[in-house]
Nanobody, 116 residues
Framework: QVQLVESGGGLVHPGGSLRLSCVAS????????MGWYRQAPGKQRELVAH???????NYADSVKGRFTISGDNAKNTVYLQMDSLKPEDTAVYYC??????????WGKGTLVTVSS
């Protein structure tokens, strides 16, 4: 079946680090972009970072310089390295895959909590 599976969320103290992973099933046809979004309680879901199949990246201003997105095409996997975490980074983080046919697929999310 078609699915995206996220992992790596958890509880960290401010200033700590986490690395999120997202594995896309092989039957998702012609993935063009994979990205990470997040949604905090009472707020809209927002783009955190995305990466194209050619390696181009984009980041939200709020995470620029702290987060790094990377991908492994052979493994159909995208990573999000999160450093210098802040309490305002607390959210459910979702992986998204977009295909050349403009089909979007979402993971179920992984919770990141940054608290002292």
């Amino acid at each position: 079946q078609v699915q995206l599976v996220e992992s790596g969320g958890g509880l960290v103290h401010p200033g700590g680090s986490l690395r999120l992973s997202c594995v896309a099933s092989r039957n998702i046809f012609r993935i063009y972009v994979m990205g990470w979004y997040r949604q905090a309680p009472g707020k809209q879901r927002e783009l955190v970072a995305h990466i194209t199949s050619s390696g181009s990246t984009n980041y939200a201003d709020s995470v620029k310089g702290r987060f790094t997105i990377s991908g492994d095409n052979a493994k159909n996997t995208v990573y999000l390295q999160m450093d210098s975490l802040k309490p305002e980074d607390t959210a459910v983080y979702y992986c998204k895959a977009e295909t050349m046919g403009n089909m979007n697929y979402w993971g179920k999310g992984t919770l990141v909590t940054v608290s002292s």
